[in-house]
């Protein structure tokens, strides 16, 4: 069952925040999300009016765009119980430097704070809110996990992806060694220093080698992407996906950026 933003609910009524490479590039995870949050008991909804959540204008510095998508962000999100992204990077930028956003604003600054509060990653969403322990999923495969920058750093995800796969029938989680370190996506970063990036890069994709595992997972779609790509130039046989998508079961489909 759905509900709208405006009418009462008698379970959490969740906005998903679908993200703009999510939407562009790997709807599925968008379902896989929707998925998760329903067995975990909420309703979801996915506000129209959503747009890019503005961290490449605010990491470049245009202060002024990014306050414009963020008021319409917290315009199309409020009245939720929760806003929840499958992104760690997004959830970041919501959660944490919205307020910032409106520090010269006392209205506007309450009301990015009190949108703040109800801003989550998907899977922290649903082990620390939802108290969800164990999904119904099974894959076998051996798997490894990245731990993205912004997840890790500002939402201190880590734990509880790990959590949840272990409950995967049929999946074993190989760690890669340095698993916290960067990938070197870093949105725009990528762009502006591209042969740095491609070296941090081709250090994961060692380190992802390393680790044995035929699956890579992570939590956000920008760093998947980013080494997916490098490992497919490699010729390498690991293919990856978001961790939404093995949680919730959905893994029919090809992995991120095809079969090599």
């Known amino acids: 069952m759905h509900t709208t933003a405006d009418e009462p609910t008698t379970t959490p009524n969740v906005g998903l925040f679908v993200t703009c490479l999510v939407d562009l590039f790997r709807p ?4 896989a999300a929707v998925r998760l949050i329903e067995d975990a008991g909420c309703t979801v909804d996915v506000p129209m009016a959503q747009t890019c959540c503005g961290q490449p204008a605010y990491n470049s510095g245009d202060r ?6 963020a008021e319409n962000t917290i315009r199309a999100f409020e009245g939720f119980d929760y806003v929840v992204a499958p992104s760690g990077s997004c959830a970041g930028m919501l959660k944490k430097h919205y307020p910032r956003l409106f520090a010269d ?4 600054k309450e009301r990015a704070e009190a949108f703040a509060s109800r801003v989550h990653e998907l899977v922290s969403f649903l082990a620390d809110v939802m108290g969800v322990e164990k999904v119904s999923a099974s894959h076998a495969t051996t798997a490894t996990y990245h731990d993205s920058c912004s997840g890790l750093r500002e939402l201190g ?3 509880q992806p790990r959590a949840l796969l272990g409950s995967v029938e049929g999946l074993t989680l190989n760690e890669m060694p340095d698993s916290d370190v960067c990938c070197g996506f870093g949105g725009t970063f990528c762009v502006k220093y591209s042969d740095i990036s491609n070296a941090i890069v081709e250090k994961k994709t060692a380190a992802i080698e390393e680790s044995g595992a035929d699956m890579l997972l992570a939590g956000d779609l920008g760093c998947l992407m980013n080494m997916a790509g490098k ?4 010729g390498s046989r690991v293919e990856a996906r978001h961790v939404a998508e093995v949680l919730a079961g959905m893994t029919d489909g090809a992995p991120i950026g095809g079969r090599g």
């Open 157 to 159: 995800i880590a734990a």
């Open 105 to 108: 604003d006392p209205a506007w």
């Open 64 to 69: 002024k765009d990014a306050r414009a998508i």
């Open 231 to 234: 490992l497919k130039r490699q």
């Open 28 to 31: 599925q995870i968008g379902f």
